[in-house]
């Protein structure tokens, strides 16, 4: 999902800015997250067909929404997560897809093929997921560590790392309390407040570009971060765990759908189809070790890397996985509960 | 006293007037139009925007009303303000602190090595502010050098948690902004006439009193300058108070920020700007009377 050095990314955007400005009508126009489509699989992309892609980048699905709606670009292929999808369609923003332009759909795992928020893949196509979860140094961190509960503690008071991101620490504490995490209702969001406020007495770092850092910097020992993250600090030295919180964990899917603006439906879909390829997807998956939904890219994995806990976790049942769902103007609740629970500490 | 009356003449002296024809006017073009386009009309968005609503998906909705203001004016977000200005404060008050008796140097050496001393202040700009705010979490965690050299050195026991506390944001914004204090000093002391500071010495000053009387008041053009190029961007930086305060203490920039992405609320974060931009220009106000006054 967001990945590292999103501000570093930022501060050449002004450089994207001019690179787009040459754009013409045999180019792809991809908007998608900020390092999240390795350029080898864009230089392979114009080299087999052709075809320039000229990549634009976002760090949240509102930033994308946001630059969509302004009519700011005529983007081709964009790269929103479920529940973005979700309103999206609601919205009437997406376009259907070909399916007989997308022959490689038949490469993505069944369960992908069904997903709640856009059954049959009518609308999108599945690019990475990943989870959710808590990763712990076991040098610091005796365990054992099931759930949010053996996060929160007092002994880890002050060396905790979370994804700065308001509806994520939300739907942690309505797991926990054992709320649904897509019910985000006042009532629902009051009935947390005192759980929450505890928590994030404890919280050391907010961070979602690069969660990473401050635990393999030592300056925290335990966090509740992306899967592919955690993935990566267990490949570093598996003195790093990785758990599914026991109370219910949060699955993202961020997926290619092509918008209702789109001038170049034929070369989206092209290339929706293209990464699609196992071997293609495997080159996005060595450099984001997330959960691949593509059943034949799982099979050029190395075993390494489909024992790696964080991508894999064993024993993973994903009908249990929690799917978020969009919350549209609670979204602001959820945001000014937490910066109010940031300021009181 | 002879000497501050010389002074205060020198700062008059300045002020001659004349008539603009056409011609100074179509040299300004470019920067009036450039102003127009890039500051005026966008503060006009900015304030529309403020003054509306939104829907589910964060679609600006131009439908006049005064809720975002009404909202703004919440504890919650004044005592963000409050810790943003404290903050602010704090990284003015040093960078004046470290950046005077630097400028002061720099401005009164010798005129060679002058053009080197001031590239050297100028270098860490040929990189960007992240990449160095990140070159500081790699020194200041609890792995990392500076931790590495206290423990080597056996002057502490354990590392020391110097990374996401308030004590990094400020050394961050420090760090970051001691430039904008120097560069303008250093301006005010170079054109420091050195034989008015010959001839208070003469008149029997002591250094101290000389430079009380004499050099400060001389500089202090500078030193505004330089409050002003550093106490307004620090209160409105987000991305250097996020990565070395770790999130946990949010800032109003980073607070707007999050308005107009993550929370979906454009109005809103339009009020917020709108109201920092009139604390901006409440302080422009007060600091040009202030001048004035001192002036008379």
């Known amino acids: 999902m967001k990945k590292h050095t999103t501000l570093l990314s930022a501060a050449i955007a002004g450089a994207m800015l001019l690179a787009g400005c040459g754009k013409k009508d045999d180019t792809l126009n991809l908007f998608a997250w900020t390092e999240y489509v390795p350029q080898a699989v864009i230089d392979k992309f114009t080299e087999e067909t052709g075809i320039k892609v000229a990549l634009e980048t976002y760090s949240s699905n509102e930033e994308m929404l946001a630059k969509l709606l302004a009519g700011g670009g005529d983007y081709d292929l964009i790269q929103p997560s479920e529940y973005t999808v979700e309103a999206m369609i609601k919205e009437d923003l997406l376009t259907p897809l070909d399916h007989a332009k997308i022959p ?16 049959g893949n009518k609308y999108s196509v599945p690019w990475l997921s990943g989870f959710v979860g808590i990763t712990y140094n076991a040098e610091t961190v005796p365990g054992p560590v099931v759930g949010y509960g053996d996060v929160f503690t007092p002994q880890h008071a002050g060396r905790i790392v979370t994804l700065d991101d308001s509806r994520e620490l939300v ?30 007495s404890k ?37 790093f765990q990785w758990v599914l919180p026991a109370e219910g964990f949060h699955m993202f899917i961020d997926s290619l759908a092509i918008p209702k603006t789109a001038r170049n439906k034929d070369i989206a879909e092209q290339f929706i189809n293209f990464i699609l390829r196992p071997e293609i997807s495997k080159m996005i998956l060595d450099e984001f070790p997330y959960y691949s939904p593509n059943a034949e890219a799982r099979k050029l994995l190395s075993e390494a890397e489909r024992n790696n806990p964080a991508s894999y976790p064993p024993g993973l049942d994903i009908t249990k996985a929690l799917l978020f769902k969009d919350v549209g103007e609670q979204g602001s609740k959820v945001d000014e509960l937490i910066t109010s629970l940031k300021v009181q500490q | 006293m002879a000497v501050t009356a010389a002074a205060a003449a020198l700062g008059s002296g300045s002020s001659h007037q004349r008539r603009a024809g056409l011609g100074p006017w179509f040299c300004l073009t470019p920067m009036l139009g450039w102003l127009l386009l890039f500051v005026i009309v966008p503060t006009l968005m900015l304030v529309v925007v ?35 200005v404290w903050y602010a404060f704090l990284t003015t008050v040093i960078c004046l602190i470290l950046g005077y008796p630097v400028a002061y140097f720099i401005g009164r050496s010798d005129e060679r090595l002058r053009g080197l001393l001031i590239m050297l202040v100028m270098i860490p700009f040929w990189t960007s502010f992240l990449i160095r705010t990140y070159a500081w979490i790699s020194i200041l965690s609890q792995e990392g050098l500076l931790n590495a050299a206290l423990m080597g050195a056996g002057l502490v026991s354990a590392p020391i948690g110097f990374m996401y506390t308030p004590f990094a944001v400020v050394l961050g914004l420090v760090y970051n902004f001691l430039p904008f204090m120097i560069l ?37 053009p500078g030193i505004a300058a330089g409050i002003l190029l550093v106490f307004v961007p620090a209160i409105a930086m987000f991305a250097i108070t996020t990565l070395m305060g770790g999130g946990t203490n949010p800032t109003i920039g980073e607070v707007i ?9 454009q109005p809103f974060g339009a009020a917020l700007g709108v109201l920092l931009l009139i604390l901006f220009l409440a302080s422009l106000w007060l600091s040009s009377r202030f001048r004035r006054e001192q002036e008379a």
């Open chain 2, 50 to 84: 403020s003054f509306s609503e939104r829907d589910a998906l964060g679609r600006v909705i131009y439908n006049f009303n005064v809720e975002n203001y009404i909202r703004a004016f919440d504890w919650m977000w004044l005592k963000i303000l409050g810790i943003s």
């Open chain 1, 104 to 119: 490689n759909l038949k490469n993505l795992a069944p369960e992908f093929r069904a997903m709640p928020f856009d059954p």
């Open chain 2, 257 to 265: 920020q999050n308005q107009f992405t993550k929370a979906r609320n």
């Open chain 2, 184 to 220: 303008p000093i250093y301006t005010s002391v170079e054109k420091l006439d050195g034989s008015l500071i010959e001839a208070a010495y003469d008149l029997g000053a002591r250094p101290a009193r000389v430079f009380a009387q004499v050099v400060l008041p001389l500089t202090q």
């Open chain 1, 203 to 239: 919280i050391k770092v907010y961070d979602s570009d690069s969660p990473k850092t401050s635990l393999s910097n030592g300056d925290v020992d335990i966090g509740v971060i992306w899967s592919g993250e955690g993935a990566i600090l267990f490949n570093q030295n598996p003195k």
């Open chain 1, 171 to 200: 739907s942690w504490a309505m797991a926990a309390s054992g709320l649904p995490a897509n019910e985000v209702t006042d009532d629902n969001l009051e009935k947390i407040k005192p759980l929450l406020k505890d928590w994030m």
